[in-house]
């Protein structure tokens, strides 16, 4: 009798002993995956440490895997939501794979930086809308460049669309005009895709910036309306991507992840259907 508990006893040890080195490894495993490329909580007390970092590493409009405070991958759009409360920030995750980007939630502590949960807030409610907006087809329109060509949702179809919001002394908006150029002449050649600006400024007043400022796409004045009631966008530059069908595929406020999405997705493309080949000559009668 006394063997046997003795049996059982090394049983129950051992199973014990396994199932603690099996938790010790599982908690590697994740802190392995899952190691943010920053000190979260160096971060977390520095406004201007936090808004750099945030700035130039966290882009929230484009493709993520998303991953909550548990580890947990989650849908984009919970994670976007999360952080409209101004409760967490998003640190970017190290992967040995560079070409997938991982985001994961921390929650501020109540000593964190103030400044912090306010601008985390009103960033995130952007890029939220800016998800939101995405598989919506673009709202009713007509309007007219200051070339006299007009414009509604008929010219949109059969064409990709990009479109982009700004005014004159809007300093952003200005500073992207040379690459912006650049892809306007990469595709001058496409009657495909097409390129159109909405500006608040009146006409007389961009005809007469425009002498100064080499600018390429179409250029359509007094656009507020449209702009600010119709889209509902706030923020300067806002750049927009419609596919053939007038939906609306991508919306971001920055030219460089507007044209990182089109060039991975393929957007402007030019690729022709492999043709049917003709059937074979007749076998020649023997």
């Not at 952007?126 to 007219?144: G, I, L, N, S, V």
């Not at 002449?185 to 400022?213: M, N």
């Not at 507020?224 to 927009?240: G, N, V």
């Not at 402007?268 to 043709?275: C, F, P």
Request: with cysteine; proline share 4%.
């Amino acid at each position: 009798m006394r063997n046997i508990l003795i049996g059982i006893l090394i049983i129950v040890i051992s199973t014990s002993s396994c199932k603690e080195k099996s938790e010790s490894i599982n908690e590697k495993l994740v802190n392995e995956s899952y190691k943010t490329d920053v000190d979260f909580k160096t971060i977390e007390s520095d406004f201007m440490k936090w808004w750099t970092y945030h700035y130039n590493t966290i882009n929230l409009s484009k493709n993520f895997i998303a991953i909550n405070e548990s580890s947990e991958v989650i849908s984009k759009e919970e994670f976007l939501k999360t952080l409209t409360s101004g409760k967490h920030i998003a640190l970017k995750i190290k992967t040995k794979e560079n070409s997938v980007v991982k985001y994961q939630l921390f929650k501020l502590d109540e000593k964190a930086d103030k400044t912090i949960s306010s601008t985390i807030k009103k960033v995130s409610l952007t890029d939220y809308k800016h998800f939101q907006m995405e598989t919506k087809d673009f709202p009713e329109f007509e309007f007219t460049d200051i070339e006299g060509n007009t414009f509604n949702n008929e010219s949109l179809k059969g064409k990709t669309t990009l479109i982009k919001t700004w005014f004159i002394n809007c300093k952003p908006c200005i500073a992207e005009f040379p690459e912006l150029n650049k892809l306007v002449e990469k595709y001058k050649h496409r009657d495909d895709i097409q390129f159109i600006s909405l500006a608040l400024d009146s006409k007389s007043e961009l005809e007469t910036f425009l002498t100064k400022k080499d600018f390429r796409y179409k250029v359509v004045p007094d656009q507020k309306e449209l702009i600010t009631e119709k889209l509902e966008l706030q923020a300067y530059p806002t750049h927009l991507v419609i596919n053939q069908n007038g939906t609306i595929l991508k919306v971001t406020n920055k030219a460089s992840v507007m044209m990182a999405f089109i060039q991975v997705q393929d957007i402007l493309s030019n690729k022709k259907d492999s043709k049917i080949p003709p059937p074979p000559p007749p076998a020649k009668s023997s």
